[in-house]
């Protein structure tokens, strides 16, 4: 039976990366990662502002050969200067131990590493690269998130179990069978390290495919497992509305159950698109799911034959508009605003039941009712509003409410 949940998975190690806690019950942190070409500092430095001041909590970078690596810490030194303390993940594939060993400062630059142990050679040369990864992670006290991925498995893992499945009387499917050899690449992959001499609470696991259907009973399992941090994401969700539903359903049937620690949502971006949707997207996750307050939230009606008019849809937009353009100014004048419910409601039949709910509501006026508008405050009914000013007004009862409720945080 599924378990149900809506807390962070308590039981796990505490992990430190940077000044960002993961585990342990603290709240799940959304990450998420550059596109640009890391050896051009100056983009960097840029989209690592731009995805620090949507929300990202930790900022992941590509270090795939000597010119990425050696731009790393005049990144840092940059951020650092104009006082962005965003944690950085240095992206290791194929070559990563090297790097580690041929630039010094790559490492000091550095609050978390990322390996994939099915792309690091086969064999000893796979066990050498991984030890000597492993060991200069551990002789600077980094954290390693191990990251192993359905596209670049450990093919000696996968054929191995293939062979002995097509043995049985009953052989697994096929997908059964690249899921269980997944979940053995982190775990083995996660003891070798801890026999390597880097502690369970230096190590974070994610284990990311390309379908939800693979995705939640490999995560299960690993949560079964172990009680390490755990970090949720699709390898590839895909563009435009696919890729925000894969997203949304696969990291919210994992999340109620309270797995995953921290999470990412890997969208293919427009061309010239906002990268900032993908860390959007994550916090309207953690809201939807009550584990998190990012912004005030906005109830409005779908509309119907009762509501005929636009002008709930037009007020309910320029709510949410008004509270996107004040939040910055709230979150440092103001802190806990983002806890704020405001209702708009486009008739009686939901609408005053839907306003009491919210801090502040109002319900207008359906098609053929009396063309006055009560304002509900904490589930109390305030006033009434008419008239051509009533949006207005309502933005200053809004403002009102925000400055008496949280003015003296």
């Not at 609050?111 to 991984?130: S, V």
Request: overall charge negative; hydrophobic content about 35%; charged content about 25%.
């Amino acid at each position: 039976m599924v378990k149900t949940s809506l807390t962070a998975r308590e039981n796990t190690n505490e992990v430190l990366v940077g000044h960002v806690p993961i585990g342990a019950g603290n709240p799940i942190v959304v990450q998420s990662m550059t596109d640009t070409d890391t050896a051009n500092v100056q983009d960097t430095v840029k989209q690592v502002k731009l995805l620090a001041d949507a929300g990202s909590e930790i900022v992941r970078l590509t270090v795939n050969n000597n010119q990425a690596a050696d731009s790393v810490y005049e990144i840092k030194s940059r951020l650092q200067d104009d006082d962005y303390d965003i944690p950085l993940v240095g992206d290791f594939h194929f070559i990563g131990h090297r790097l580690l060993q041929d630039y010094p400062l790559l490492i000091k630059s550095l609050d978390k590493l990322r390996i994939n142990p099915g792309n690091i050679g086969k064999g000893l040369k796979h066990d050498k690269n991984f030890s000597t990864f492993i060991k200069i992670a551990k002789e600077n006290d980094k954290i390693v998130r191990i990251g192993v991925n359905a596209g670049s498995l450990d093919q000696d893992i996968l054929m191995k179990r293939m062979d002995t499945n097509s043995r049985l009387s009953m052989p697994l499917s096929s997908e059964e069978v690249e899921n269980s050899s997944l979940i053995e690449s982190a775990l083995s992959s996660a003891d070798y390290a801890n026999s390597l001499g880097l502690p369970e609470t230096k190590i974070i696991i994610s284990c990311k495919v390309s379908r939800l259907t693979q995705m939640v009973p490999v995560y299960r399992e690993i949560s079964r497992q172990c009680k390490i941090p755990l970090h949720l994401g699709l390898t590839e969700a895909g563009m435009g509305q696919q890729g925000l539903v894969n997203t949304t359903a696969s990291l919210s049937i994992l999340l109620y159950e309270g797995i995953g620690d921290t999470i990412r949502a890997s969208l293919t971006p427009d061309i010239n698109g906002d990268r900032t949707k993908e860390i959007k997207l994550c916090q309207d996750v953690l809201q939807a799911l009550g584990l998190r307050r990012f912004s005030p939230s906005v109830t409005a009606c779908p509309g119907c034959g009762r509501t005929s008019s636009t002008f709930f849809r037009e007020l309910a937009s320029d709510i949410q508009s008004f509270l996107e353009l004040k939040l910055p100014e709230w979150k440092n004048d103001y802190p806990g605003a983002e806890e704020l419910k405001v209702a708009v409601m486009g008739c009686v039949v939901n609408g005053p039941g839907e306003s009491k709910a919210a801090h502040v509501g109002i319900s207008l006026p359906g098609s053929g009712e009396i063309p006055t508008a009560p304002v509900f405050i904490d589930g109390k009914k305030e006033i009434l509003l008419k008239g051509t000013n009533m949006a207005a007004e309502f933005i200053e009862i809004i403002e009102k409410y925000v400055t008496n409720k949280w003015g003296n945080n």
